[in-house]
């Protein structure tokens, strides 16, 4: 929810070509794929332009009217979705691509339309996600470089456990934690790019799985997504924690094994891009 000025500060928006939303609903909808959240985005910031104005409050109450998803497009019916999220940058000259906060007074030269959302002004600039204290400064450069787009980065940066987890088992294998000199060399960057392109349409992720580990269970209740191997008569193994954090759900073994698989073949580039790399 911070805005560009926090960027040193926080991961929301960490450089001018992309930022998340997830913490404004972002991907709280049954259709959250990158298309359908694109569009939605686009369609809705459009919308903004043509019918709401930062200094008209009834104007920005009827747009939040209109444009709100209701309960039943929602995956977590109890989390509101904002209808101010859009894209920031629709107006410039290339194509759209940062997620942003519409009636944030940055955008708006100073006037705050955050109290016509689904918060107010105040949570909106007090929330930071988990992230934050989680993340270690390196393990969040390394996202910001490798994850190049606004739909994927929001999915790698609220995602703290896959980062750090995936940093451990390459340094199981390495025999060492990756330092931040390491983590920056440019194979490095585009290794872990494709582990955490692996998020963009996961084939094994279940009907929720878009929030990882997170499984609805309510309207704002949440519980952990169970191991994948979990029901299943196979052993559990390391790579399975990374499954989990995609949202994975698989009815067969042979699921299992090929999701494995296809989690194994990034890691292993990157374990090899960091050994040949680390001093
Ligand atoms: S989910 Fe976290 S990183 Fe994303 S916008 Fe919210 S506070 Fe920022
Ligand atoms: S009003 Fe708050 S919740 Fe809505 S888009 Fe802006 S920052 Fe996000």
Redesign the pocket.
Known sequence: ???PSDKLRTFCHPDGEKSC?A???MYNHVDHGRDQTWQRLLERTQAYFESARIDDEESLRAFRRRWEDDAGVKLLTGL?S?????FVDLLSAHEPQVV?????PLQNEGVD?????????F???DYLCAAHDVLRREEARLVIDAVPDSYLYGLVITNPRFVRYLLNMVADETGARPTAKVLASPEVVDAAGRCFALFDDWPYRGGDGIFGQVKVAGELDTERRAMPADGLAVAEEPVDVLLVCLGTECETVLQLERARELVRQPLGELIRAVAKVQP
Not at 82 to 86: S, T
Not at 113 to 121: A, K
């Open positions: 929810m911070s805005t939303g913490c404004c609903g509101p904002c209808p101010f999220l859009g942003g906060c519409l009636v944030h339309g955050r109290d016509c959302g689904i918060y107010d002004r949570l909106c600039d």
